[in-house]
């Protein structure tokens, strides 16, 4: 493989690289050999190399990458162990789709270009799109193990059916079952490194394609303030998102009904029947979903989640959370013993 790839432990005809740092790749290239169809298949050509950034994380070290694909699409899957901040940055001629498995930040902030930034703290099966030429910087104060996956696709691949280019909205932790299972079948096509499977590939794309599409009709039609009696789509995720970054402090309702541009009286109502449960009851389980990530950090007392929690007092937070969990604290916490 190309010394690009700095600390690479394994390669293969595919274009495949297991690196336990990524400090080699953010400004270098990986180079990885195009598929080929089986009756095709031979040793390929200095210059059917294809070469492509991947993106850039830093610091390096903690960091666990696993890569394989060709000319066309690459899948990286990436390992973050807890409590790292890490830095994510990405800006290139390929589109790039983050597939957010597992895990979840105590603090951090995701933007494209363009956008407004998400603070959302929660990433399990969110999604992150960015286009071609557009830059994405994401940081993040991991509370738990991660697990991601990052498709870089060459947008000569990812096109409408009917072959012509297709344009594609940059899109932050957003949620769509469709999008999800048909990139993560075309991560697994991806990895399994059959050269028999490219027109499975490309029928993935395709598809993937026609869903990516219809995702961002849906979301520019996300504009009716109350959908059968709940809120909007775009509703609740701008109250979701100022939920989460003010879980240290009390919920202003008036706060939130004005970001939902609603009365209290109508925000209440379709908060409920959207969540199941008042605004301030979500708050709360919000809080202690947060506590429990805490209490697993040994290097953390009690009496400094409860603070930073927003309660005064020790003995506010610990009755909250047996309220909520059926634990105390301080039970909780030797569970992980």
Not at 158 to 183: H, N, Q
Not at 217 to 238: D, T, Y
Request: a positive charge; glycine letters at 8%; one cysteine or more.
């Amino acid at each position: 493989m190309d010394a690009a790839i700095g600390s690479t432990k394994k390669a293969t005809a595919m274009g495949m690289y297991l690196s336990d740092s990524s400090e080699s790749m953010p400004r270098k290239e990986i180079s990885a050999t195009s598929i080929r169809p089986v009756d095709e298949a031979q040793p390929p050509k200095l210059s059917e190399m294809a070469l492509h950034p991947t993106v850039s994380i830093t610091p390096a070290g903690p960091v666990r990458r696993l890569g394989i694909g060709c000319c066309r699409w690459f899948s990286e899957s990436v390992h973050v162990p807890v409590g790292n901040r890490l830095e994510f940055r990405f800006q290139g001629s390929r589109h790039l789709l983050a597939l957010y498995s597992e895990g979840a930040r105590k603090g951090g902030e995701t933007s494209i270009d363009g956008l407004f930034s998400s603070k959302l703290r929660g990433s399990e099966h969110k999604l992150t799109f960015v286009p071609a030429g557009q830059a994405y910087r994401e940081w993040h104060e991991t509370a738990s193990s991660a697990q991601l996956t990052f498709i870089y696709f060459d947008p000569a691949a990812l096109r409408a059916s009917d072959g012509s280019d297709a344009e594609f909205a940059p899109r932050i932790y957003f949620e769509d079952t469709r999008v999800w299972e048909t990139a993560f079948k075309l991560k697994k096509a991806i990895e399994s490194g059959d050269a028999t499977c490219v027109p499975y590939l490309e029928a993935l794309c395709g598809v993937l394609a026609y869903e990516l599409s219809r995702s961002d009709r849906e979301a520019v039609r996300e504009v009716a303030p109350v959908s059968r009696g709940g809120l909007a789509g775009w509703q609740k995720r701008i109250v979701v998102e100022y939920v989460e970054e003010h879980l240290g402090e009390q919920v202003c309702l008036l706060k939130l009904a004005q970001l939902a541009k609603l009365s209290i009286h109508h925000f209440c109502r379709a908060f409920k029947r959207s969540f199941g449960m008042p605004a301030y009851q979500y708050q709360v389980q919000r809080r202690m979903e947060l506590a429990k990530l805490r209490l697993a950090d040994r290097g953390m007392s009690i009496t400094d989640i409860a603070l930073g929690l927003g309660y005064a007092q020790t003995s506010s937070f610990s009755s909250a959370f047996r309220k909520t969990t059926g634990w105390t604290p301080t039970d909780y916490r030797r569970e992980f013993k």
